[in-house]
T-cell receptor
Framework: RKEVEQDPGPFNVPEGATVAFNCTYSNSASQSFFWYRQDCRKEPKLLMSVYSSGNEDGRFTAQLNRASQYISLLIRDSKLSDSATYLCVVGDSGGSYIPTFGRGTSLIVHP | EAQVTQNPRYLITVTGKKLTVTCSQNMNHEYMSWYRQDPGLGLRQIYYSMNVEVTDKGDVPEGYKVSRKEKRNFPLILESPSPNQTSLYFC??????????FGNGTRLTVT
């Protein structure tokens, strides 16, 4: 079975902290990678795609390490509003990928 | 506005009473999928469809049926619901090489 593993947390950090999540995947042929954010009882929403060269969107940075088969998400200067569950999603091939979800990492940012 | 629409948002029913949860997308996406989400178990795929008249089982298909008679619609059918199908359900769709878009979710309770 193709697996995507995440540390469930919760990660409990103060405002302003930097926090990093990792996600490992078992299928070396995976080609599509995403981070989603999910608030309690709401639908997952795309946070960012993850590109081979790494990419940044404001306070968020995503990295891909194909050799070690993991992706990471770094959140700088955490805000209270960043509190959510972060889901790692990995696709098994290119355009027609079937996505596999990790179980999510819970982040709690406190004052 | 590009969106995935699920109905109903909330549904309480009794064991054995057939029900259908509708899902519609307006983005001309070929791929559509149904997930259920339960505490501690993350998102689990029920069924997916790569195109019209093409459907496949996901990880937890037992007790569910789907159909894909037209590209925009992908209803989830529970012929004889049971209490263990009480869950939060999400429909999602995506285009080629693009991330999933989720509907708002359907919270189903089977008594």
């Amino acid at each position: 079975r193709k697996e995507v593993e995440q540390d469930p947390g919760p990660f409990n950090v103060p405002e302003g902290a930097t926090v990093a999540f990792n996600c490992t995947y078992s299928n070396s042929a995976s080609q599509s990678f995403f981070w989603y954010r999910q608030d309690c009882r709401k639908e997952p929403k795309l946070l960012m795609s993850v590109y081979s060269s790494g990419n940044e969107d404001g306070r968020f940075t995503a990295q891909l390490n194909r050799a070690s088969q993991y992706i990471s998400l770094l959140i700088r200067d955490s805000k209270l509003s960043d509190s959510a569950t972060y889901l790692c999603v990995v696709g098994d091939s290119g355009g027609s990928y079937i996505p596999t979800f990790g179980r999510g990492t819970s982040l709690i940012v406190h004052p | 506005e590009a969106q995935v629409t699920q109905n109903p948002r909330y549904l309480i029913t009794v064991t054995g009473k057939k029900l259908t949860v509708t899902c519609s997308q307006n983005m001309n996406h070929e791929y559509m999928s149904w997930y259920r989400q339960d505490p501690g178990l993350g998102l689990r795929q029920i069924y997916y469809s790569m195109n019209v008249e093409v459907t496949d089982k996901g990880d937890v298909p037992e007790g569910y049926k789907v159909s894909r008679k037209e590209k925009r619609n992908f209803p989830l059918i529970l012929e004889s619901p049971s209490p263990n199908q009480t869950s939060l359900y999400f429909c999602a769709s995506r285009g080629p090489n693009s991330p999933l878009h989720f509907g708002n979710g359907t919270r189903l309770t089977v008594t």
